[in-house]
Antibody
Framework: EGQLVESGGALVQPGGSLRVSCVAS????????MSWIRQVPGKGLEWVAN????????WYVDSVEGRFTISRDNAKNSLYLQMNSLRVDDTAVYYC??????????WGQGTMVTVSS | QSVLTQPPSASGAPGQRVTISCSGS????????VSWYQQLPGTAPKLLIY???KRPSGVPDRFSGSKSGTSASLAISGLQSEDEADYYC???????????FGAGTQVTVL
């Protein structure tokens, strides 16, 4: 079926940087687009970024463009999100998600990123 | 304010049918497929419907999706207590070059 496990969430000061990671297992990682989706506790879902299988295409939501970078290491079945110039409103649970048939079919458990002084 | 519009809440008695709407525009739901997600309290979202009406294996056939023009709907028939959750619709938006979600609908079983 497949599994995604995120890590790297932490408390960071405004203006700081953080990289969150995701390891995939149980499916052929190189066959799928991958995304990061975030959720402020108690609020709705927001798609953050996605990346094509060979990294030739990357797309970002406007609010993170220029600050966040999505990447992947297919040899390690891993997905990353490098977050720079973090703001208080970036505080959220970040989910690693597999894309399939224009939908999100496998979700990780999420990793919490808190931006606060 | 979300690009896709959903009602904030919906409710029904056990066994009844509940329908949740998702309204978008020509740049998203009108030209792209819609997916639906169920989020139980304290858990990650789960895919319920993709490509407007298709169900992944393991999703009960009580859940069904449809779309007409720029509006999509999720129907839950034979409502059960375990269906109490938040439900989200999503679609790619060609103008924004990104995925957009509805704000979510909280379903309550009376």
């Amino acid at each position: 079926e497949g599994q995604l496990v995120e890590s790297g969430g932490a408390l960071v000061q405004p203006g700081g940087s953080l990289r969150v990671s995701c390891v995939a297992s149980g499916f052929t990682f190189t066959d799928f687009w991958m995304s990061w989706i975030r959720q402020v506790p108690g609020k709705g879902l927001e798609w953050v970024a996605n990346i094509k299988q060979d990294e030739s295409e990357k797309w970002y939501v406007d609010s993170v463009e220029g600050r966040f970078t999505i990447s992947r290491d297919n040899a390690k079945n891993s997905l990353y999100l490098q977050m720079n110039s973090l703001r208080v409103d970036d505080t959220a649970v970040y989910y690693c998600v597999r894309g399939a048939s224009d939908a999100f079919d496998i979700w990780g458990q999420g990793t919490m990123v808190t931006v606060s002084s | 304010q979300s690009v896709l519009t959903q009602p904030p809440s919906a409710s029904g008695a056990p066994g009844q049918r509940v329908t949740i709407s998702c309204s978008g525009s020509n740049s998203n739901t009108g030209s792209r497929t819609v997916s639906w997600y169920q989020q139980l309290p304290g858990t990650a979202p789960k895919l319920l419907i993709y490509a407007d009406y298709k169900r992944p294996s393991g999703v009960p056939d009580r859940f069904s999706g449809s779309k007409s023009g720029t509006s999509a709907s999720l129907a839950i028939s034979g409502l059960q207590s375990e269906d109490e959750a938040d439900y989200y619709c999503a679609s790619w938006d060609d103008s924004l070059s990104g995925y957009v979600f509805g704000a979510g609908t909280q379903v309550t079983v009376l």
